[in-house]
């Protein structure tokens, strides 16, 4: 078989080797445009280290990625350990992120243009927050958040 290789997504020159860059990644998409999230938990924001941003790149239809669109950045404690597309939560037609951090789980929603640079729902854990939101998996109905440390799932 031949193999293709459509691009290589490079971190940031200032972010540092440090930064997690490529932890997780997801993708988001609508009709009419496709967006690579790639998380760096360690990133450092506003030079404080280890708060986390999410980079997101618009892909074109040749699977061309383009240069980074804009970054996420978060409140700190790892903000982009986990970041799944979980699909249409709030039934606008759009699709939806879930990105976890140190205790958090955070909702990014999809817009007209695509994802919104901020979130925009909070869900936090209810015990010692270490690992919550360790895994985040969605059906039609649940989203499912793990808590390994603490040996829980939360439906």
């Known amino acids: 078989r031949d193999r293709v290789n459509y691009g290589i997504v490079a971190a940031p020159a200032d ?4 930064a997690g860059f490529g932890r997780s990644v997801a993708w988001w998409y609508s009709t009419d445009l496709l967006q690579l999230v790639v998380s760096a938990p360690h990133a450092t924001v506003q030079e404080v280290t280890n708060c986390g941003a999410l980079f997101v790149y618009t892909v074109d239809t040749d699977a061309d990625i383009q240069a980074l669109d804009y970054r996420v950045e978060g409140r700190c404690g790892g903000f982009g350990r986990n970041v799944v597309n979980v699909g249409d939560l709030d039934e606008d037609g759009k699709q939806d992120l879930m990105v976890s951090s140190e205790g ?3 909702v990014i929603r999809g817009g007209e243009t695509g994802l919104h640079n901020y979130t925009s729902q909070t869900l936090t854990s ?24 603490n040996s829980k799932v939360y439906i």
């Open 15 to 18: 972010l540092g080797l440090l």
């Open 126 to 149: 209810p015990d010692v927050p270490e690992q919550y939101g360790f895994s985040i998996q969605r059906n039609s109905q649940y989203v499912v958040v793990s808590d390994p440390v």
């Open 104 to 106: 958090e789980v955070h």
